[in-house]
């Protein structure tokens, strides 16, 4: 093994160069890569059965020991994974400092077009130019999607965790496995003390071109391509903090297979009262996630739901929160808005919303030193962290619970009790567009999540 390593282990994906890239590797003296080893449907190559004297049951009831095996090895020993090897392997490689990561990409279109072909042909290494088998792939988006999608999760998640625990990575695309000097620093940061003279050339590539000349439908492909946004624009940052579940908060009914998952700033007491005049008995809050579990082990196709309101309404109320209450962190706050984002909060209550709702938008997008409060934070996100324990089945906007808590009723065979709606004139008075705008800027994640309207229109 090396100074710097025990083990080293590839991340790649199928047609990306991985055979080619680990073939160099294991021309160097010090070095051996075993191929797929974790592969489900065989160890190491196809067709391999046992690596180290552990077969495929017994690499299928604990893969770890194989792994061990592999580190234990004398001089400098690694393995390829992909996305779909076996999941049980992929935190221990990414937790363990003394495992070298070699992360290998390729653009996605040719390995997809890569492995289409080698799907018909059946050729997935070419070692002799004579025996190459053609043939032209026919380009379908949903699975072209669907392999960036996995390849980015994949990658993503690799990503990720080194950077929280603070490891690096060799990352080496396609077109350079076959740079004799990139090779070279590869082996210098696996920690090898060889060095290659020249790139193996036993394996050669299978489908040279363009890659439209390799499909039967390139006018398809190229339409498909241009709806795609390959930088992500179109993708939402979201700067919230994650929430945790909140389990306390929840409502388990006292009789009923009902547990409501209120919201901060959202009709909590309206869903109480509800679910107090459905079962006669106030429901059970306050329970700990070891309460949580038995409940609902013990009763039986449970219902669980969440009452949204819509995100004028909620900011509406936090904005007449912030103005009524006293004390000194109120008082604080207030002056944080006034003296730092400019809401004039003694101005008309249209123009001091207006302040709050411009405030909000920097609030949640992190661009203030506030933290987000769970009042007025967005309920997408609330929900997110109440789905680490438990999702909720139905979600309800809350202009339409009514009708919805009606059919809850009825599962639990009890005749519904009325939901109280808050009176809104208020809002409605002062609501501009304007206003709506600003909503609609601040909340654009739960409008989109939850298909809200606009105020006037609701």
Request: a negative charge; glycine letters at 8%.
């Amino acid at each position: 093994m090396s100074a710097r390593f025990d083990a080293f282990v590839m991340f790649a994906e199928m047609r990306t160069g991985s055979n080619h890239l680990e073939e160099s590797l294991n021309t160097l003296s010090d070095v051996t890569s075993h191929g797929e080893v974790f592969n489900p449907s065989f160890i190491g190559k196809h067709n391999g059965l046992e690596l180290f004297g552990i077969d495929m049951a017994a690499r299928e009831r604990d893969p770890l020991p194989l792994l061990d095996r592999i580190v234990d090895q004398p001089g400098l020993t690694g393995l390829r994974f992909f996305h779909d090897h076996d999941p049980r392997v992929l935190d221990r490689l990414l937790d363990d400092p003394r495992i070298g990561k070699v992360v290998l990409t390729r653009n996605p279109l040719d390995s997809y077009v890569s492995l289409a072909i080698a799907s018909q042909t059946g050729q997935w290494r070419l070692t002799n130019p004579k025996m190459a088998k053609s043939a032209k792939a026919t380009f379908v988006g949903s699975d072209f999607d669907a392999l960036i999608v996995r390849q980015r999760q994949f990658r993503d998640r690799i990503q990720r965790h080194l950077q929280l625990s603070g490891q690096g990575a060799f990352w080496i695309g396609y077109d350079d496995i076959g740079d004799l000097d990139v090779l070279n620093g590869l082996a210098a940061f696996l920690g090898s003390g060889d060095r290659l003279t020249e790139v193996p050339g036993k394996l050669k590539r299978q489908n040279p071109g363009e890659v439209e000349d390799k499909l039967e439908n390139p006018d398809q492909m190229r339409a498909h391509l241009a709806t795609l946004d390959p930088f992500l624009l179109s993708r939402s940052v979201n700067a919230e903090p994650v929430r945790g579940p909140a389990i306390p908060t929840l409502m388990a009914a006292a009789d009923s297979p009902l547990l409501a998952l209120p919201l901060p700033g959202g009709p909590d007491d309206a869903v109480r009262d509800w679910l107090t005049a459905l079962d006669g008995v106030a429901p059970t809050e306050g329970m700990t996630q070891k309460q949580l579990r038995p409940w609902m082990r013990k009763t039986k196709n449970f219902v669980s739901f969440a009452v949204v309101r819509h995100p004028l309404a909620r900011a509406h109320d936090a904005f007449r929160t912030l103005l009524s209450a006293r004390g000194p962190q109120a008082n604080n706050l207030r002056r944080i808005l006034t003296n730092q984002h400019a809401v004039d909060l003694d101005g008309s209550g249209s123009d001091a919303f207006l302040g709050f709702l411009k405030f909000l938008k920097a609030n949640l997008n992190g661009q203030s030193s506030l933290p987000v409060a769970r009042e007025w934070a967005s309920q997408s996100a609330l929900l997110a962290g109440q789905a680490q324990t438990v999702l909720a089945q139905r979600i309800i906007r809350e202009g339409e619970a009514q009708g919805e808590l009606d059919r809850l009723a009825e599962l639990a065979e009890k005749p519904s009790p009325v939901f109280a709606l808050p009176d809104r004139d208020l809002l409605t008075d002062i609501s501009t567009e304007e206003i709506e705008d600003a909503c609609v800027d601040a909340y654009r994640r739960d409008f989109l999540a939850f298909g809200f309207k606009r105020w006037k229109n609701a």
